[in-house]
């Protein structure tokens, strides 16, 4: 069973800077993919990065500029190093990965909380 192992969340100030970190372990197959969604309170989860093992970065518009995704693939790590945060920003954060084992199977880690907050 895949195991997915977050860590970075935390408590910042408008303007600050958190990098989160997501370690897949136990991985059967060869992973396609890892990136980073997140669920404000009363909405619904969105993607906001993600980035394939070939080197291919994607994130959404709102975050561009201030957001940067990158990888580790000889660690199965993931990072997003989150700059100039917001308050709209605040959400559980969670690391997903997806895996080909003779189809694309998806993971997901148990979130870590972001709170923008002065």
């Known amino acids: 069973q895949v195991q997915l192992v977050e860590s970075g969340g935390g408590s910042v100030q408008p303007g600050g800077s958190l990098r989160l970190s997501c370690a897949a372990s136990r991985v059967i197959g060869s992973i396609y993919s890892m990136g980073w969604y997140r669920q404000a309170p009363g909405k619904q989860r969105e993607l906001v990065a993600t980035i394939t093992t070939s080197g291919s970065a994607d994130c959404i518009d709102s975050v561009k500029g201030r957001f940067t995704i990158s990888g580790d693939n000889a660690k199965n790590t993931v990072y997003l190093q989150m700059n100039s945060l917001r308050p709209e920003d605040t959400a559980i954060y969670y690391c997903?990965?997806?895996?080909?084992?003779?189809?694309?199977?998806?993971?997901w880690g148990q979130g870590t909380q972001v709170t923008v907050s002065s």
């Open positions: 997903n990965v997806v895996i080909w084992f003779g189809s694309l199977e998806s993971r």
